[in-house]
């Protein structure tokens, strides 16, 4: 979700026509994570430095890989913009179709783990009933 918020905001920069460089910077501002913003640093010196985008997004660890083929299709035609925006959309509904699976998962999973909780509370509740119960008969 980090990548694709990124991808968007860089595409639609580059889609107004902002320089790459200064597109890069105020993307980077936009990315939440410390993590994150560390990995992708590196891609704005290395583009400052002449390097494509495409490849320098490549060299980010667990960046999507379809962004940067999506990179490299845009140099390669003149819509990079478009196509990096294109990409923010892909991964961010990508990442929404994965936490709304985990969700699904989720769901059942939460009840029957409540049910097997109430289940040993009024075991144990019942436990101290019956004990309570047989030590007044004694």
């Known amino acids: 979700l980090v990548y694709g918020g990124f991808s968007l ?3 639609a920069m ?5 320089p790459m460089s200064d597109a890069l910077r105020l993307a980077l501002r936009g990315v939440r994570s410390d993590l994150a913003r560390r990995r992708l640093e590196p891609v704005l010196h290395q583009v400052r430095q002449g390097l494509a985008l495409s490849e320098a997004l490549q060299g980010v660890a667990d960046f999507p890989r379809a ?3 999506l990179a490299a299709v ?6 990079l913009g478009a ?3 294109r990409a ?4 961010e509904e990508a990442a929404v179709r994965r936490i709304e699976a985990a969700a699904r998962l989720l769901g ?3 009840i029957v783990l409540l049910g097997g909780l109430i289940g040993l509370m009024m075991g144990g509740l019942l436990s101290g009933v019956t004990e309570l119960g047989s030590s007044v008969m004694e």
């Open 9 to 11: 905001s860089l595409g």
């Open 14 to 18: 580059l889609s107004a026509g902002a």
């Open 67 to 69: 962004v940067g083929r």
């Open 74 to 79: 845009g140099e390669a035609t003149g819509a």
């Open 83 to 85: 196509m990096i925006g």
């Open 88 to 91: 923010g959309r892909l991964e």
């Open 108 to 110: 059942p999973v939460m």
